[in-house]
């Protein structure tokens, strides 16, 4: 059976494979979704499905994991990607890999050449240039990989655009991100507290929220209580980033960095340390696109996509850890908790 076939191709691949195919291909995306392309391959990690799927114990296993949220990728087939400028053309991405999944010849190409010709189908169909579909074309494939030929056809395509970006092109967008917020007559004046803007979604008008220059992401995260944040996601205690300490601890406030990494300081030893504990693989780059929000500070406006999820497996997933003595995570109801009881015994005494 064909689509056996194609399975069967796709597993053949390690995750260092899939993210060299990445890399191949990095320089034939259009500059809208290189970062998000990259972040996406980060946030669904081929080596902790792999592990999930083969381990006798899988509750176990997330449970030392600490995993935390939507880590799975078969429950967001069609919205996992929304960040993704390629989104729009998820429909036409998708039947382009149905289509070609059944040619016989798909289980012995090149995965990188045999993308390339999916997002030359893509771009046919949806009438745009192919530097705009070889990000989305690669999701898809990964996609495939994860969650199987059926769940995949059988899967929703619909698209979810909408909000100031729904009806700007690909090199309109860049632009925008590219751009910082006036600060106003008196903004050369270095006794100003400058003010920027951290947005999180673009496909929402109120998807952004103020951060003064070097602060903290996570930090002006936690100013904004425009909404019940923790009603959306029980990791969310303050703000729209989820946050259970700010000490690069717990590995919660993770975020990739669509455009504006320039802006964000430079990655600290403790942060790199910790990411490579999470197991988030963050790039060796100064300025890299994923960051812990808890220890990125801004100067100026970026551009974020918050995961979804968050654990702690990097030691056991990749083994390139070292041994590392790390105070214990609590969450933030255990610490509530604990507060109560201290103070309700100390009144006691």
Partial sequence: MLREQIE??????SESDWLQIVNTLLPEMHEVDRNATQIWFRFFPLSLFEYLQQTDDREKAIQQFALQGQFEL???ISTSHKFLFGHRYWKETKA???EHSNNPEFENADLAVRARDIAKTVARAAKVDESLTVGI?????????QVGADAFAFSSDEVFVEGKFSDKCAKDIVATRSKD?????LGFLKTVDKKYTVTYDENSKEGSF????????????ARDQSRNWKEMDSRCWEGVVPVECRSAACGTCWVGVLAGAEKLSDVAQLERKQMKVF???QPDDEKPFLRLACQAKAAGNVTITIPHWNGVFGKKIYGNVAEATLEPVTTS????????????KNSGE
């Fill in 279 to 281: 197991g988030y693989n």
């Fill in 8 to 13: 069967k191709a796709l597993q053949k691949l």
């Fill in 96 to 98: 382009a890999i149905i």
């Fill in 210 to 221: 103020p951060i003064i220059i070097n602060e903290e992401i996570a930090t002006a995260s």
């Fill in 333 to 344: 109801a255990q610490k509530l908790r604990e507060t109560i009881a201290t103070a309700a």
């Fill in 137 to 145: 074309t690669l999701v898809g494939l990964m996609t495939l990989r």
């Fill in 181 to 185: 917020d006036s600060q106003g007559l």
């Fill in 74 to 76: 078969k429950n967001q």
